[in-house]
C-alpha cells in the first residue's frame, strides 16, 4: 500500500532538498504549494485534510525572515505557531505523526556549551519566540510528534546566508562579518536526510521516539568563519573583515551561542552528521556547476 507524506514549505530550502531524497518505493510525497495548502488558514488546512489520506505530514513551512519578523509579528505568528498547531491537530485527528522543523533560536545563546533539548528556552526576537510557540503547539496537539531543531541552513536554493555571500563577494572585494555569533551551520540536504530518516521511523512506530530533538553539522563557526570558507572553497579573492554584533546593528537580536548539540539523535536514531565544512564544500559545489 502507498503511504502518502504530506510536506509543507515544498518550494522552500529544506522542503526541496526533501523532495530529492531517496525515499522507499512505496511512498509517496505531497508537495502542495501554499495557494494548495496554507498553513496559517483553518479552512484551507480542513479542506486538503478532508481530500487526501495521509501516513505522516512533514512541516517545512515557515515564516523566516528574523528581521522582518520584528515589525511583522502577526504573519510571523501565523505561519510559526498557527499553522503548526492546526497541522498538529489536524494529523492527530487523521491518527498520523507529525514532524515539525524549529530552530535554535529559540535560545538566548547565554550558554557557553552546546545546548542539548532539556535546556530551558528564551527566544530574543519574534522569530525565535514565534518558532518556540509553534514547537509548543505541534507536542500539544499531536502525542504523534517530533520536533527537530535545526540551525545557519545553507543550500543552494532560495535565500540564504552562503548564497547572500556568494552575491555579495561577487560585488565587493571587501566584507564585514559578525564574528562573535557562533553556531553550527547546516546543510539543508542533511536536515531532510535526517527529516527522512525520523520520518518513516515514526510512521513505523518500531522503537520510535517521539519528543524532541537536535540535528546540525558537526562543528562550530561564526559567521565570520563561515564567510570565510565559503569564499575559500568557492576560490574568491574576497576580504573577510571581523566585525563585533555591534557593528552591524540589526532589528532583531540573535544568540551569541546557539550551536546544539546532537548526542540525542545520535543514541536513539544512529544520525552522526558530518563535519558543516564538508556540507558547504557540496553546495558550493552544485552551485558552481549549475546555474541556481
Ligand atoms: N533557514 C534557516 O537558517 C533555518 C530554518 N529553520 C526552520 O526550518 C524550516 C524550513 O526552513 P527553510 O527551508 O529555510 O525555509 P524557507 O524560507 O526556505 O521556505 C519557507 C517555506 O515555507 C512556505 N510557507 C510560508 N508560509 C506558508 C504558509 N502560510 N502556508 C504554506 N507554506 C508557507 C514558503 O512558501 P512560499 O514559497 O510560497 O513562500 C516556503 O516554501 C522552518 O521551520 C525554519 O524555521 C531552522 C533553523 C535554521
Ligand atoms: C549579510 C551580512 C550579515 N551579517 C550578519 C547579520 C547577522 O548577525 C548574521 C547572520 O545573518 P543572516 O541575517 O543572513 O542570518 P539569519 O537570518 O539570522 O539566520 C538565521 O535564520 C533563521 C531562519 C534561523 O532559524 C537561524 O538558525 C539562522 O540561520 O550575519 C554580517 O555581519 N555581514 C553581512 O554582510
Redesign the pocket.
Given at each position: 500500500m502507498t503511504r502518502r507524506i504530506l510536506i509543507t514549505g515544498g518550494t522552500g530550502q529544506i522542503g526541496i532538498e526533501l523532495a530529492r531524497q531517496g525515499w522507499p518505493g512505496d511512498v509517496d510525497l505531497l508537495i502542495p504549494t501554499r495557494g494548495e495548502l496554507d498553513i496559517g488558514s483553518a479552512e484551507s488546512v480542513a479542506t486538503w485534510f478532508a481530500a487526501h489520506d495521509v501516513a505522516a505530514v512533514i512541516n517545512c513551512a515557515a515564516y523566516?525572515a528574523?528581521?522582518m519578523a520584528e515589525s511583522e509579528v502577526e504573519a510571523a505568528y501565523r505561519a510559526n505557531a498557527t499553522g503548526p498547531k492546526l497541522l498538529a491537530e489536524a494529523s492527530a485527528q487523521a491518527g498520523v505523526p507529525i514532524v515539525h522543523v524549529s530552530?535554535?533560536?529559540v535560545f538566548d545563546g547565554a550558554k557557553h556549551g552546546a545546548y542539548s533539548e532539556s535546556d530551558p528556552t528564551a527566544p530574543l526576537g519574534v522569530?525565535g519566540a514565534s518558532k518556540l510557540a509553534g514547537e509548543r503547539a505541534v507536542a500539544a496537539g499531536n502525542a504523534r510528534s517530533l520536533i527537530l531543531r535545526?540551525?545557519?541552513?545553507v543550500s543552494a536554493h532560495r535565500g540564504?546566508?552562503l548564497k547572500?555571500?556568494l552575491r555579495?563577494g561577487a560585488a565587493n572585494t571587501k566584507?564585514?562579518?559578525?564574528a562573535d555569533?557562533i553556531?553550527c551551520p547546516t546543510s539543508a540536504r542533511d536536515v531532510a536526510e535526517a527529516l527522512r530518516i525520523v520520518t518513516l521511523r515514526m510512521i513505523e512506530d518500531v522503537g520510535t521516539s517521539a519528543g524532541l530533538y537536535h540535528f546540525v553539522n558537526a562543528g562550530e563557526a561564526s559567521?565570520h568563519g563561515l564567510a570565510t570558507e565559503i569564499f575559500a572553497q568557492a576560490g574568491m579573492m574576497v576580504e573577510v573583515e571581523a566585525?563585533t554584533?555591534a557593528e552591524?546593528p540589526?532589528p532583531?537580536k540573535?544568540p551569541a551561542h546557539?550551536r546544539l548539540s546532537t548526542a540525542k539523535i545520535a543514541a536513539d536514531y544512529g544520525i552522526r552528521p558530518r563535519d558543516w565544512r564538508a556540507a558547504v564544500r557540496d553546495i558550493v559545489d552544485e552551485m558552481m556547476g549549475a546555474d541556481t
Open positions: 523566516t528574523v528581521d530552530t535554535d533560536y522569530y535545526t540551525a545557519w541552513v540564504n546566508f547572500t555571500m555579495a566584507l564585514r562579518v559578525v555569533q553556531g559567521w566585525i554584533t552591524w540589526t532583531a540573535r546557539s
